[in-house]
């Protein structure tokens, strides 16, 4: 009976290593970009970091329960409460390549852009309308091109609390 339990741990390790090694990078990007912290040099975005192997170990704790769903939706759903959570410990950025956003702007913007999630998932994900994602989407757009002002800060940040 040990055996087959030890057996099935290590398979379990190895499989999240495999999913790990494939998938952290970009996680780890998107959680920078969700962060607002600078890229360079290395190590420079440490909230990220954090927040990422939270949301790893998080993934890991739910492997065997996953049956069928994808690691990578999970993990980036998870990074996605992490921030939504964080945010409201009023976190400023600084000064990384998406800190004119609010933090709305900035999830909305990395899970549409960059993370390309459809309009109707994101605003799933998010408690928010679709047509509330498009616009938060367009408004980050125009303020990323210097069409538009970056939006004030001030309050809450506009993020729903039930993010889950």
Known sequence: ???????RERRRAQEFEIFVAGAAGRLLHTATLLTAEPMRPPGANPRAQRMLSAA??????QWERLRGED???RT??????????????????????????????RLVLVLRLYE??????????????????????????ATMRGTRRPTARRGTPGLSRDVR
């Open 1 to 7: 009976m040990r055996e087959r339990q030890s057996g």
């Open 56 to 61: 790893l170990a998080t993934t890991y704790a």
């Open 71 to 73: 690691p990578y939706d």
């Open 76 to 105: 980036r759903r998870e990074l996605a409460v992490r921030f939504a959570h964080e945010v409201w410990r009023r976190h400023r950025p600084r000064g990384g390549l998406l800190a004119p956003l609010t933090p709305q702007e």
């Open 116 to 141: 390309g999630v459809g309009e109707e998932q994101a605003a799933a994900l998010l408690g928010l309308t679709v047509e509330r994602v498009r616009a938060v989407c367009n408004r980050s757009v």
